[in-house]
């Protein structure tokens, strides 16, 4: 629970029984480097940290990081294809190529002056434009949630009567129609997941 708190889970004593699936994608990351912590490591290898995460957590995810690699003097091994966040977070770099390091340096010198075409090549990948796609035209109404709520029980009493509650999905409201892309964003534990898990009633719905 005490390395729980380190890693910013507060409610440790709560989330120490919790299952994987109870966790959002940024509390179980954070799970993970408690777990790693636990053994007082000088080294701390974190490949892919940030995967499958949404920005502002993997912001949170890599900051923790740092200020725990100053508080208690840890040595870390940051695996990522991520280059602005090695820019951002490395003191180091070395650049990999079908199983060789091709390149390697402060990071500074890396990313201003590389030395090798494949590096170029990558540090080129970053700066490729976006191209928007074509917007499918408005078919009919194939998807209407309409006040959907989900509540989690988070303590019963001794007969199993709910005492109290977390509200994970609060009034969602929207449509889709055939043939349209709806995109759902938010930052980790906002309810996405969640939502997604009630439309297929894998979940109740409140």
């Not at 534990?189 to 409140?206: D, F, H």
Request: with cysteine; aromatic share 6%; net charge neutral.
């Amino acid at each position: 629970i005490d390395v729980l708190k380190q890693v910013h889970i507060f409610d440790g004593e709560e989330k120490y029984r919790a299952y994987p699936h109870q966790l959002s994608g940024g509390q179980r990351q954070r799970v993970m480097i408690a777990m790693a912590l636990a053994n007082q490591p000088q080294l701390l290898i974190a490949d892919e940290p940030t995967t499958a995460l949404d920005a502002q957590v993997q912001q949170h995810i890599l900051q923790l990081l740092k200020k725990l690699q100053q508080e208690l003097g840890l040595t870390l091994l940051l695996i990522s294809h991520d280059l602005p966040m090695v820019r951002r977070y490395a003191d180091t770099v070395a650049v990999m190529h079908q199983g060789r390091i091709v390149e390697q340096g402060p990071v500074e010198t890396l990313f201003n002056q590389p030395q090798q075409a494949y590096t170029r090549l990558l540090l080129g990948l970053n700066e490729t434009p976006i191209t928007p796609v074509e917007q499918a035209s408005e078919g009919a109404e194939l998807l209407v949630v309409d006040q959907l709520c989900v509540d989690f029980v988070m303590q019963k009493s001794f007969w199993g009567k709910p005492l109290r509650l977390f509200r994970a999905v609060d009034n969602a409201q929207f449509s889709l129609r055939t043939g349209q892309t709806l995109g759902i964003i938010g930052e980790s534990g906002s309810g996405k997941s969640t939502l997604v898990q009630a439309l297929l009633r894998l979940i109740p719905a409140s």
